[in-house]
Nanobody, 125 residues
Framework: QVQLVESGGGLVQAGGSLRLSCAASGRTFSSNVMGWFRQAPGKEREFVAGISWSDGSTYYADSVKGRFTISRDNAKNTGYLQMNSLKPEDTAVYYC??????????????????WGQGTQVTVSS
């Protein structure tokens, strides 16, 4: 069992930055993947970024490449999503998710086993 708790959301102006955190507990994360997804009002949830916990390899959605950076702190069992140059279209509820027993980042929701409760990010124009 894995518990995920996100934090760091809020309201920011366009062009600003936020850093989201996702603290994992319940089991070690050494052979897993952490992903970030987001869901805007009236839209389906979409993949944002993912990181392989063992080797740190990352993968990003095209819409956030060059603006967002995913990272992890193995000792703290915590993942991060640094979001820079934020745009109003980044407004959404952001979720972290864990994919257990795999080192490969996937972009489908169905490939993830555990989810956090979500944190709201609002970018004003």
């Amino acid at each position: 069992q894995v518990q995920l708790v996100e934090s760091g959301g809020g309201l920011v102006q366009a062009g600003g930055s936020l850093r989201l955190s996702c603290a994992a507990s319940g089991r070690t994360f050494s052979s897993n993947v952490m992903g970030w997804f987001r869901q805007a009002p009236g839209k389906e949830r979409e993949f944002v970024a993912g990181i392989s916990w063992s080797d740190g390899s990352t993968y990003y959605a095209d819409s956030v490449k060059g603006r967002f950076t995913i990272s992890r702190d193995n000792a703290k069992n915590t993942g991060y999503l640094q979001m820079n140059s934020l745009k109003p279209e980044d407004t959404a509820v952001y979720y972290c998710a864990a994919r257990i027993g795999s080192r490969r980042v996937r972009i489908r929701e169905a490939d993830y086993d555990y989810w956090g409760q979500g944190t709201q990010v609002t970018v004003s124009s």
